[in-house]
C-alpha cells in the first residue's frame, strides 16, 4: 500500500467561482496561476469550531453541539505585476505596455473565485467558492520588495483530490 503524504507547494490556481454551490469548476484553460507566493508563507489554517456544551442538571448528561469550520489561506505574493494587481484589487490599468498606470479603487472589488492549492507531493486541496483579500505590503529599502499578503476565505467546502495532476489540463 502507497504511503500518501501532502507536502510543499509547488503551485497555487484560481479560476472564476462557478454556478454550482459544492462543485469545483471543470478544469481546463480557465484555471488561472495565482501568481508567485512568498516562499514560506502559504498556509491552510482552521479557526477553533465553536462548541456549546449543554449540561443536564439532574444528571451527567452532556451534549456538544459545534459551529461550522471556518477556514482560510494566507500567502503572500512577491513582486505582482499589474495584471494581478488588477486581478485582485480591482481597478483599471491604462497606456501601452511600458508607459502603464494601474489605479487602485479605494475599496476592494468583490469576485468569488475557485481555488486549488498543488503540493509538491500529495493531496490537492482546494474550494469551488473563496474571496481573495488583498493588501499592500512594501519595503522601500535596499532589501525590501513588494508584497501582496493575501486572506483567501473558504465560502464553501473544502475540497480534498488525491487524483488530480493539474487542474489547468482537461484529461
Known amino acids: 500500500m502507497p504511503i500518501l503524504c501532502t507536502m510543499g507547494l509547488?503551485?497555487?490556481?484560481?479560476t472564476p467561482a462557478g454556478t454550482t454551490p459544492g462543485q469545483m469548476p471543470a478544469n481546463g484553460p480557465t484555471w488561472l496561476d495565482l501568481g508567485d507566493v512568498y516562499k514560506d508563507t502559504c498556509q491552510l489554517l482552521d479557526d477553533d469550531v465553536e462548541v456549546t456544551t449543554h449540561e443536564s442538571e439532574t444528571s451527567s448528561k452532556k451534549i456538544n453541539l459545534c459551529g461550522e469550520f471556518v477556514t482560510a489561506v494566507s500567502a503572500t505574493l512577491?513582486?505582482?505585476?499589474?495584471?494581478?494587481?488588477?486581478r485582485y484589487f480591482g481597478g483599471t490599468i491604462t497606456g501601452t505596455k511600458g508607459k502603464r498606470?494601474?489605479?487602485?479603487?479605494?475599496?476592494?472589488?468583490?469576485?468569488?473565485?475557485?481555488?486549488?492549492?498543488?503540493?509538491?507531493?500529495?493531496?490537492?486541496?482546494?474550494?469551488?467558492?473563496?474571496?481573495?483579500?488583498?493588501?499592500?505590503?512594501?519595503?522601500?529599502?535596499?532589501?525590501?520588495?513588494?508584497?501582496?499578503?493575501?486572506?483567501?476565505?473558504?465560502?464553501?467546502?473544502?475540497?480534498?483530490?488525491?487524483?488530480?495532476?493539474?487542474?489547468?489540463?482537461?484529461?
Do not use: H
Not at 509547488?10 to 484560481?14: D, F, L, N, Q, T
Not at 512594501?138 to 488525491?162: H, M, N, R, W
Open 10 to 14: 509547488k503551485k497555487v490556481y484560481v
Open 78 to 86: 512577491m513582486d505582482p505585476d499589474m495584471e494581478l494587481l488588477q
Open 101 to 171: 498606470k494601474w489605479l487602485r479603487p479605494r475599496k476592494p472589488a468583490y469576485k468569488e473565485w475557485a481555488i486549488w492549492l498543488m503540493p509538491e507531493e500529495g493531496l490537492f486541496i482546494g474550494c469551488p467558492n473563496v474571496s481573495i483579500i488583498p493588501k499592500f505590503e512594501i519595503t522601500y529599502s535596499a532589501k525590501g520588495i513588494a508584497l501582496v499578503p493575501l486572506k483567501i476565505q473558504f465560502q464553501d467546502q473544502l475540497c480534498a483530490d488525491e487524483g488530480m495532476t493539474d487542474p489547468t489540463k482537461t484529461d
